[in-house]
């Protein structure tokens, strides 16, 4: 590195400060993962005596097999698929259209069409009146609601008209000199040219679908259509205060926690896996949505 | 009959006009350069052609139609943009295919088209290639590209120069005339460049502030001037204007006067701007003229000319004289001697030309 | 093409198209961004804008049979049940007292973060732990609080573990009212500041480098350049920040809150939106819970407003 041969003395010891300093947050960020997966492999005896502090004590995979056997794990797991893509599909289809349409300079009543979109973000009926709606809608218990109701928001549109909106205007002029009608323009030439931005998009849809647990707790009440994280909450809720299950994980390696743990790995891997693909987009993403009119 | 014709075409935004009802007839096959300030209009006016801004009021007319509720894309017109618009998500091929599939034209007919203009415009071995791997040059060939394969009625030409440096800009610039003559498609290009305007066009369109102030073909243009605004618009460096007034034989400039072709006294006293081109003088008498003492600025050798910046009374100009290969000789130039047939006269308040003897 | 020409005798003729017929060609030859726009104008007001409506439940007697419209109106009524009520005064107070420690100890944590990040020259390893601090950020408030929940226990948690290996006698920490904010904060932090520095480092990355010379040249070392050159370059975008965060100090995240509290530190962890959720949907009050709703978003709305209106005091544009 060039420049740190030409770093006094003094500054190469604040460098070396500072990057032990990150070292040290960058292991206290990871650290509760790595507990809470030592914790999922071992033996729920040895976690209940808060033996587990790094690595896995009495490596076991029996709260693994626990819950693998148990129908509602998969069903939840099933319903966050669910919901994560048919979710992120149907913001998609709201989303691009609506942005593309508040980004052209023609539409008339523009700036009213903005703003009605972006007062949602400073006001908010609140909780009441948002589920008494859901009721009045028959969306209540209701896969399709869950994705329908929670399709849109000010802010993704915002970011992505943003974005169309720094397109230059003649790739539009171009295309329709060209014969293309709106469809086509933003088909064959604005969603080419903003592949980052819907990238950023449909990855804040997809955490947020995937993470999305509150209004699934409120709206559902079928056990078959609750997502993963419904389900955790539950079993962290109910497991230790389950007195059958307690006879059960007596006799077998494993403990509420253990199995909660496990659960949690579960739920934390696809996230580990999409990661690395999409952290080069929500960079550039944040910023794009952020301070600009 | 491919003409375009426009009348009385007005642009406003609201209250403000930017465009003030301008009248302009471009014939078949011709090249019309439209050239001005920026912000003088020409731009827009090249967009309602387009169909890409909206007509305030007057009639657009290509091919003997009025076109100005019609869709850009009837409007069988082309346009070549400032920057381009590549798409940069498509290679050169698809980007000049472009127009061709969404009007449903065959593939085999589009390959066709396509391998021909590429034969024209020497693209044929950059098909492949994205718009970012492209130079400068072959960017502005693929631009024209997309609007020839789409043998449009009119070309539309948006400042298609001014993204590329001066000498590209030059070569290219014989492109596209080159390209025209053997095309022969009717032409409207708009620049800021009076030197693109000069070289390309059949004739000259110059606006100012909204306004058509003179149409014509370039040496029109050059030669007689409709007012002062074109006098210095065309030429560089421009006509030299200085504020005289009218004798018997010709108009005095500070304490100097100027003999002027027609000039009579009846015309005496009165206000005028005179006007004299800077390669119209020379440095020594050579038939009817007069000499204007100068004192002399600057010498700026050019190569085969130099510019002499001088000053007479409160007047600056410049001159253009013969270097022979030499400068030392126009060190010592005291004086100028103005050919009476080359002068022009404008009205002192209202800039327009006048014509004496009449 | 010839049958593209509208046929429209008169304007036509005259040369001069009248405003209506401008309008109608607009919208003959647009209509589809209208259309485009059309469904998502329709969910706005189905899920936003029709529950704004709903909120006149707020001055209401509401009945579940009788729905919105119909239900009797009472006035103020709530809102003076809400502030006679202990409870509620109390979330009140939680609500703006917890925003409080996340503004103080939560604000700087992202700057501090942003400013080291950038005094790491060794590429890699700065990438490496960008890519885990901004880890948290997408973990969902379930799993968090079930980590929180697992490390903080009793009998497993690692904290206690550890607390006893220096002799000290175990806490149950999530029934102890006085330890619930320093861990609802602590996990904020946990979760936020890495991906928060983003920001932050943006503003860093487009400070002119001539001025880092210039200090060098000068003799200026890295500490002095963090605070004469970094932090004045970004103090724009570190007031903006503050600023959204003080317009955002109704939004504590409830959803955390409702995963980690309990009855027994209510008095400390319960907020006005965990509030609302009891007495709404857990209790049914629907009108009052909706009073106390309004409140939060109406105070919520000013707030926001106010921070809006102060950053285009700072900035040439506004945050929207």
Redesign the interface.
Known sequence: MQRWNLYSQGDKFFAIVVSILIGMFTVATLYPFIYIAAVSFSSGFAAQAGKVVLTPIDATLEAYGYIISDPKFWISYRNTFIYTIGGTIMSLLFIIPGAYALSRPQLKGRRFFNLFIAFTMWFNAGLIPFFLNMRDLNLLDSMFGIILAFAVNAFNIILLRNFFEAIPQSFEEAARMDGANDFQVLWKVFVPLSKPAIATITLFCIVSRWNGFFWAMVLLQSEDKIPLQVFLRHTIATLSDDDEFAIVQTAAGFSAETVTAAIIVCSIIPVLIVYPFIQKYFEKGILLGGVKE | MSGVNL??IVKAYGALQVVHGIDLDVQEKEFVVLVGPSGCGKSTTLRMI???E??T???LIIDG??????????R????V???Y?L???LNVADNMA??LR??RMPKAEIKTTIDDVAEILGLTPYLDRRPADLSGGQRQRVAMG?AIV?HPKVFLFDEPLSNLDAKLRTQMRAEIKRLHNRLGVTSIYVTHDQVEAMTLADRIVVMNDGNIEQVGTPMELFNNPANTFVASFLGSPPMNQMKGTMTATGATVGDAEILIDGASAANAGRDVIVGIRPEHVTLTAQGPSSALPISLDLVEPLGSEALLHARHGDNAMVFKADTNGDISHLSGVGEVHVPSHLVKLFDAETGQALTLGA | MAKDTPITAKSDSTGDDGRLVRLYDHFRREWQIYLMLLPTIIWFIVFLYKPMYGLQIAFKDYSIFKGVANSPWVGWEHFQTLFSNDSFIRAVKNTITISFYNLLFGFPAPIILALMFNEILHASYKRTAQTIVYLPHFISSVIIAGIVITAFSPTVGVINAVMGWFGLDSIYFLTQPDWFRPIFVGTGIWQEAGFGSIVFLAAIAGVNPSLYESAVVDGANRWQMMWKITIPSILPTILIMLIIRIGNVMEVSFELVILLYQPATYETADVVNTWVYRQGLQSGQYDLAAAAGLFNAFVAFVLVMTANTLSRRYSRTSLW
């Open positions: 009348s009385g387009a169909g890409l909206e007509i009021s007057g009639d139609r009025r076109i100005n509720r019609v869709a850009p894309k009837d069988d017109v082309a346009m943009f400032q920057n618009a798409y940069p998500h472009f127009g969404i009007r997309r789409r």
